[in-house]
């Protein structure tokens, strides 16, 4: 296999907006496809387009995040395209959260602003009611993880989890992520435990930890 795991650096980050616009695109991805609604697409351009610039800034944000690490899986045999990658949030050693670069504005006129309140609150409530007032502070979370479809079935996925679960496990701390439909099945495949379903207009999510303390299967 020609996959090797790096880290992202920042002219990367055009790749890796691509990246996930493809994976989670919003005719494939139901999430996507409530927070940018198909009536509020620009007709001169392809569906999903209008949100690319939005994802750049944002996995820039995050690269530029100290506590955050974006890993990427690159084909070596396709001069290194990057094929795969994740962003795992860790956590916060102190009482002061890390100065990040503010979340870029969403595209207003392509995105319905109230499902996207609504889905910031349902998961702000999830992570108050997994670890209490301080949230994600003291987990590694693993904010998103995405391979390109037609390299799937490679065992992309399972390097860039596995990583993150490696690094958590050593530090004794806790793993948590919200899994899609799509990616449920990965996830419980390599112990993480699902917390509670949670119903995200209209299709059921599950809100998942991996235990520290528990045996990997690493």
């Given at each position: 296999m020609a996959i090797q795991?790096?880290?992202a650096t920042e002219e990367d980050m055009p790749a890796v907006a691509r990246l996930a616009g493809v994976t989670f695109h919003p005719t494939t991805d139901w999430i996507t496809r409530q927070v940018f609604p198909l009536h509020l697409q620009p007709k001169n351009i392809p569906d999903g387009d209008a949100s690319l610039p939005w994802r750049q800034l944002r996995k820039t944000a995050s690269f530029n995040t100290s506590n955050c690490t974006i890993k990427l899986a690159i084909d070596t045999a396709l001069n290194d395209q990057i094929v795969g990658f994740a962003v795992w949030e860790q956590p916060v050693e102190d009482?002061?959260?890390p100065i990040a670069p503010a979340d870029p504005e969403l595209p207003s006129d392509v995105t319905d602003m109230k499902i996207f309140e609504e889905l910031k609150s349902i998961l702000k409530e999830d992570h108050k009611a997994s670890f209490g007032d301080r949230g994600l502070k003291d987990v590694w979370h693993l904010d998103m993880i995405a391979v390109d479809p037609p390299h799937q079935r490679r065992g992309i996925g399972k390097a860039?989890?596995?990583w993150g679960m490696r690094q958590a496990t050593k530090a004794?701390?806790?793993?948590?992520l919200m899994a899609t439909p799509q990616g449920r099945p990965l996830y419980e495949a390599f112990g993480w435990e699902i917390v509670r379903p949670l119903n995200m207009f209209g299709v059921m999510?599950?809100?998942m930890i991996y235990r520290a303390n528990k045996e990997a299967l690493l």
């Open positions: 795991i790096r880290d009482e002061k959260p860039l989890l596995t004794g701390r806790d793993c948590y999510h599950h809100s």
